[in-house]
């Protein structure tokens, strides 16, 4: 390669290092954007047993362990050095939102609940809300007919046609055998 030559292709390689430069000194907020939808997708880590408010609610001292368990399911963690304690731990991890943890210890007595304390819980309605945070909340539709409403939706449906009573065969009172007959 000459030396002329190089130096165009230098000279080249520079202005093209230059528009590149150029070109990303002007992001505009749509490009941004755009650019902010091309980061890879995180998948939503979900781990845990989630202990809604109304669960909690339920407890009572007293109850038996399978009470408990029937209100609050398996818990997660069981210690083979605190038998008469059961952890229950939620945690959920989204993109674009923050994380959220959960914690909720139960004491027995022998095979009666003691006590249990831990994290407010949020109610189930909350916690869907929660994880319902793509939607825009709109207007609810009405879910409610009024007489004049459905008086004028039959006046514009056509009334069904009267179906004709379908004649079935009659059922047989036997059937034939599952295997054929030994020779």
Not at 5 to 18: D, E, N, P, Q
Not at 116 to 129: H, I, L, W, Y
Not at 155 to 170: I, L, Q
């Amino acid at each position: 390669m000459s030396a002329i030559s190089f130096r165009w292709t230098c000279l080249g390689v520079t202005a093209v290092a230059c528009a590149v430069l150029a070109g990303c000194g002007s992001f505009d907020g749509m490009t941004r954007n755009f650019a902010g939808s091309l980061a890879p997708y995180k998948v939503e880590v979900v781990q845990g047993n989630f202990v809604s408010r109304e669960q909690v609610d339920a407890l009572k001292p007293g109850m038996t362990r399978l009470q408990v368990r029937d209100i609050l399911g398996t818990s997660l963690l069981t210690s083979v050095f605190h038998a008469d304690r059961w952890d229950y731990v939620f945690t959920l991890k989204r993109q674009g939102a923050e994380p959220q943890l959960r914690k909720l210890a139960v004491f027995f007595k022998g095979d009666a609940l003691e006590r249990f304390e831990g994290d407010a819980m949020p109610s189930e309605a909350e916690f869907v809300a929660r994880l319902d945070n793509r939607r825009k909340a709109g207007k609810v539709p009405v879910l409610e007919a009024s007489e004049q409403t459905l008086k004028a939706f039959a006046e514009k449906s056509p009334a069904p046609a009267a179906a004709e009573p379908v004649v079935m065969a009659p059922v047989p009172a036997t059937y034939p055998p599952l295997e054929a007959p030994a020779r």
